[in-house]
């Protein structure tokens, strides 16, 4: 099978999982509509956890129940941001330390915060971030040794405070999200199973230590199961903030 054919069948079952996925998402319309609005909420996780296509989702399901809907993506989501992306991931850069891609990453969220997030949060839109600074601690943190008091002040003064209402960390071990990912890796994915261990492990320390902040989802199911815990648990987080 030649790799058009491949990327082909690929996109096919995605969109078939969407189609599916956006079906039962429309059975919650009420909730979003009087849940969402004016929350700030983090997708998160390794790569490879499937928090893209829940992520789109959840977003169109949002919209459809008449939420403004502001998706960001990190780093990026700026055109400033996304040049420090292709800084950040490019694997040209191998020699980068760990301290510089903290600060990289924060510059970039900075920028989003000011440009973006904060403005949509004004205006009482729903803003849904595909990774955020629960990111940091458990790349340049948890698996980069960078101590967490730093990560915190630092990305205290990038976000001016405004930390998410909610962080969803879908969670997957490093061989099933391998599995995932038919595309070439970026620098940071390039990383050994090791690092991605420490990754994952400090997201499971970042949901323990702030239960009532962060919701943990079991990605390793189907995507259908793993949206309706989604959904289930981001109603009772929500409904409590």
Known sequence: ??????????????????TRLESIAMQDN?????LLPGKFVVFDGPDGSGKSTQLFTLAHAARAA??????VREPGGTSIGEKIRGVL????????????????YMASRAQLMEERIAPALARGAFVLA???????????????GLPREDIMAVGDIAIGGRWPDLVVVFDVDW???QSRMNRARDRMEQKDAEYHARVREGYIQQARSQPERYLV?????EPETVFMALTHGMSLRLQRS
């Open 66 to 71: 008449g939420v403004e809907t502001v998706e």
């Open 1 to 18: 099978m030649n790799p058009a054919t491949v990327m082909t069948d690929l996109e096919e079952r995605s969109q078939r999982i969407r």
């Open 217 to 221: 989802v079991d990605s390793t199911a």
């Open 30 to 34: 009420a909730a979003w509509s009087s």
């Open 89 to 104: 991931l490019d694997p040209a850069n191998a020699e980068m330390v760990t301290r510089c891609e903290m600060l990289l």
């Open 130 to 144: 595909d990774r955020f600074i629960s990111s940091t601690l458990a790349y340049q943190g948890s698996a980069g």
């Open 175 to 177: 061989t099933t999200a």
